[in-house]
């Protein structure tokens, strides 16, 4: 019998997890971006460390490809994220 975990694909569709980093000074700049700008992301839930610190933002999205994802975020933004391809699995 083996050792390893079995995962299972349960996302039909890539997903993604967006990742910004941005210095302090950048935050309301950061923000403000997506005024105006066409997002699926806008209003949406995310992730952040601005609060304490760190200055981090994650947002989880689906999208064909990486920079289909980055193109969900105003051009400033994208410029200092990466896309990461996620997927659930179950923790065994």
Known sequence: ????????RLDPVPRFL???RH????????????RGFPSPLR????LSSCRTGGHEV??????PDGPAA???LPPYVAA????IRIERLDTP
């Not at 209003?43 to 995310?46: D, E, S």
């Not at 994650?58 to 999208?63: G, K, L, N, P, R």
């Open 23 to 34: 210095a302090a000074d950048d935050c309301g700049v950061v923000f403000a971006a997506f």
């Open 1 to 8: 019998m083996s050792s390893r975990a079995t995962v299972t």
């Open 80 to 83: 200092t994220t990466v896309a």
């Open 18 to 20: 967006l990742h910004n």
């Open 70 to 72: 980055l193109r969900q």
């Open 43 to 46: 209003h949406a839930g995310a």
């Open 58 to 63: 994650w947002w989880q999205t689906t999208a």
